[in-house]
């Protein structure tokens, strides 16, 4: 599934660059060697980065004791 039609950036791409990067959904647009065009996809993109974050942070607290 693609999460940007314009750079035909897949949510898996994005996901998996999500957990070792820092930085903004246009941050890891740019590590993938993109920008956004229309920027439609940036807030979608936005609630993704945040989700997987909030979720490796839980995991790392359960993990942790
Ligand atoms: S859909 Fe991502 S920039 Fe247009």
């Known amino acids: ?3 940007c039609i314009c750079n035909a950036i897949r949510e898996d791409d994005f996901r998996q660059l ?3 990067c820092t930085g903004s959904a246009e ?3 740019a590590k993938l060697g993109k920008t956004p065009i229309c920027g439609q ?3 979608e993109a936005e609630g993704l980065l945040h989700a997987i974050r909030e979720t490796d942070a ?3 607290r359960v993990l942790a004791g």
Do not use: G, Q, V, W
Request: negative net charge; charged residues 35%; contains cysteine.
């Open 58 to 60: 839980l995991l790392e």
């Open 27 to 29: 941050d890891i647009y």
């Open 1 to 3: 599934m693609y999460l």
């Open 41 to 43: 996809c940036l807030d």
């Open 18 to 20: 999500a957990r070792r």
